[in-house]
């Protein structure tokens, strides 16, 4: 869904397609754009295919709906590795903003908040079987035969 589409829609409809108010939302594209500037100062290069719009569109996808950067890219005429380029970039460049980057473990460390922690164990440990030998499987087939 190209981005003409998406700003038609009403306020509520907008945050339950993006997950962001139409605020952030305009805040991000902002902060893209001028991103964006500074990137094609640095280097020249082809034009990317997407508008900013588009390309914040398909990270809000990514993030909300766990889409697949093949079925991303298929939706907007994009290759999968350009799909995981556009949502890398808009990622990075959203964290590096001091608007929307997450305060560091120090100053929450100074707050008087008391936090709660909660661990949970979900690694993954192997499945203890015996090992096979050739007896083991020798007698299984003698067993077999007789």
Known sequence: MK???????PDGKFRRLTGVKRSTYNQMVEILIAANI??????S???KKLCI???????????REYRTNFHIG???GLSESSAYKSIKWVEDVLVKDPLFALPGKKSL???????ETILIDAT???IERPKKSKNTIIQVKRNDIL
């Open 3 to 9: 981005h003409i589409e998406v700003e038609s829609l």
């Open 38 to 43: 500074k990137r094609r100062i640095k280097s």
């Open 45 to 47: 290069g082809r034009k």
């Open 53 to 63: 719009q588009d390309q914040l569109l398909i990270t809000l996808e990514y993030l």
């Open 74 to 76: 298929k939706s907007y």
């Open 109 to 115: 460390l100074k707050t008087d908040f008391k936090f």
């Open 124 to 126: 993954e440990s192997p």
